[in-house]
């Protein structure tokens, strides 16, 4: 049984390091940022029309007068948007968004984290930007200066504002792009109407290229450092990773129209909530001069959120946005270990110490079992001349199926008189995995652990020990706590048990240092513990033995 249990555990981190080697690829180096270009000779063309769509459908509007007399701005006008949580900086040209900068969030050189990618103003296309299936129309309402009867919206104490773009000419165009924001509040809702030709229509709404400005250090740290998009259709939630796009999988639904789709990296997204039964989004990856660039585009928006993809902010956006978090295959785990943790952490405001706390009452929890699983491993300890007998006894069981069954046989039989689960060492590792699990997808995908210090050298829960001393500490206290253990291993396999803590150190190098710190606890817990229940077992056994010889 032990055997197979360190085959199980072994293929389980070997299953871990090949994810993360086989899909978790090395990440491409950057495009340069407008910094880095010294020279532009000329502006580089536009991407080709939406084709894989439906093009734009002109919608009726009977009951709307709608007036084409020239509306425009004079000059290329910046607007800001102030709130508690983020500087947006709008511009009257297009009528798109030039800045988006959190607050809360920083960069790794401690400046507010920008969610614009900086690759939008070398090709000169913004988030926000409309596309039809008529290349010279959108050129058109992409480049014009909108008229903005606000300049400046300072949003505080929960106050909402609204900025108002609108352009018009005397031959049918006309477009409102009309935004709403609050102060407290990473959501807001978005209105757009576009008039061509006297016809209203439903452009999409762009965003891209890419999210954020993440260097490629950053992304190397962490796991699942990547970028792609996020979906829900029907009751499906779906995650497209730019390293594995493909053009023919590029348009959704597939199946149902969409009720929301956002561009996300690993914390953070760009989410636009579609109007049901009516829109659709596109993933695209398009050449823009000699590069290529990844775009999202969807049409009948209502609403966006922009900003961190923080579980308490999303739940109270709604639209089941929260689901953008993914918490893989254990996430119902995950998820009770977050808010577990975030009930700590509201007493304890340390993570890395909440860590622990939780650690602890998870090894609390299941002490009667982890008690159990001692005394059946003990007891057969004890049981092994006898087991070790039996085989004696049936040399040939491995070649006589007969003398295999008879063997098998007696030694249930003797399990069975001892009151002896030869399972029953197994559980509270196997239990221990999905957690662990758990742990580890919670630590990638929680924006809370991104830049939480613990302690000392420990400055981000969210990536790997700089110095390995976390790694080294849990493989010493696993070390000990298997050497604790009793086992009815024989001398072989007590060997080959001992090197799981050479190989587990190993896999634990590049692991988030908030998972080695919850691994390192657990192993310093189940040392005390262990301590604590080898005494009241060889009591017991004394006490056993005393009566045995009154008799």
């Not at 978090?325 to 254990?330: A, D, L, R, V, W």
């Not at 007998?389 to 070649?399: G, M, N, T, V």
């Not at 896999?507 to 009241?536: A, H």
């Amino acid at each position: 049984m032990e055997k197979r249990l360190l085959l199980a555990i072994v293929l389980s981190f070997l299953v871990l390091f090949l994810y993360q080697a086989l899909f978790v690829k090395k990440l491409p180096p950057p495009e340069p940022s407008p910094e880095m270009v010294t020279e532009v000779q000329e502006k580089p063309a536009l991407p080709p029309p939406i084709e894989e769509a439906p093009p734009a459908q002109a919608t009726q509007e009977p009951a709307e007068e709608v007036e084409f007399q020239p509306i425009s701005g004079e000059k290329e006008e910046q607007i800001f948007v102030n709130t508690s949580l983020y500087r947006a900086v709008w511009s009257n040209k297009g009528g798109v968004l030039k800045s988006w900068r959190l607050k809360e969030h920083k960069d790794n050189e401690g400046e507010d984290l920008e969610l614009v990618s900086a690759r939008s103003e070398e090709i000169e296309i913004y988030p926000f930007a409309l596309r039809s299936d008529d290349p010279a129309f959108d050129r058109m309402i992409n480049s014009a200066f909108y008229n903005s009867l606000s300049y400046t919206l300072e949003l505080t104490n929960g106050k909402s504002g609204m900025l108002r773009f609108e352009y018009a000419d005397d031959q049918g165009t006309r477009v409102e792009k009309i935004m709403t924001f609050q102060d407290g509040f990473y959501g807001f809702s978005i209105q757009i109407n576009v008039w061509k030709n006297g016809q209203k229509i439903e452009p999409y709404v762009l965003w891209g290229p890419s999210l954020g400005n993440p260097t490629l250090e950053e992304q190397k740290k962490r796991f699942g450092g990547s970028s792609g998009i996020a979906i829900h259709y029907g009751e499906k939630f779906d995650h497209l990773d730019e390293r594995k796009y493909k053009p023919e999988q590029s348009v959704f639904p597939k199946e149902y129209f969409i009720q929301w789709a956002g561009y996300e990296d690993q914390y953070f997204t760009a989410l636009y909530i579609a109007t049901p039964q009516k829109s659709q989004a596109i993933f695209r990856k398009e050449d823009v001069g000699e590069k290529s660039y990844f775009f999202l585009y969807v049409n009948e928006i209502q609403k966006a959120y922009i900003g961190p993809k923080q579980h308490d902010a999303l739940e109270e956006f709604g639209h089941n946005s929260a689901k953008i978090i993914k918490y893989g295959f254990f996430g119902m785990i995950a998820e009770i270990l977050y808010q577990a943790l975030k009930t700590i952490h509201n007493a304890v405001p340390n993570w890395g110490f909440s860590i622990i706390f939780l650690t602890f009452i998870i090894k609390i929890i299941f002490f009667p079992l982890t008690y159990s699983s001692t005394k059946s491993m003990a007891k057969m300890q004890e049981l092994q001349p006898k087991i070790k007998a039996l085989k004696a006894k049936y040399k040939k069981a491995k070649q006589d199926i007969g003398q295999k069954r008879k063997m098998n046989e007696e030694t249930m039989a003797l399990y069975k008189e001892h009151g002896v689960n030869p399972a029953g060492g197994c559980l509270p590792m196997l239990i221990q995995m999905p957690i662990f699990w758990g742990f580890f997808r919670l630590l990638v995908v929680s924006i809370e652990f991104r830049h939480s210090p613990f302690f000392l050298w420990i400055n981000d829960l969210s990536v790997k020990d700089p110095y390995y001393v976390t790694p080294i500490l849990m493989g010493i206290t696993q070390f000990i706590s298997q050497k604790m253990t009793p086992t009815s291993a024989d001398p072989t396999q007590q060997r080959m048990m001992l090197i799981m803590p050479v190989i587990m150190t190993i896999f634990f190098m590049n692991f988030q240092s908030g998972l080695v710190l919850y691994w390192l606890t657990n192993n310093i817990l189940q040392i005390g513990q262990q301590y604590i229940m080898n005494r009241i077992m060889k009591k017991k056994k004394r006490e056993s033995h005393g009566k045995k010889r009154k008799k």
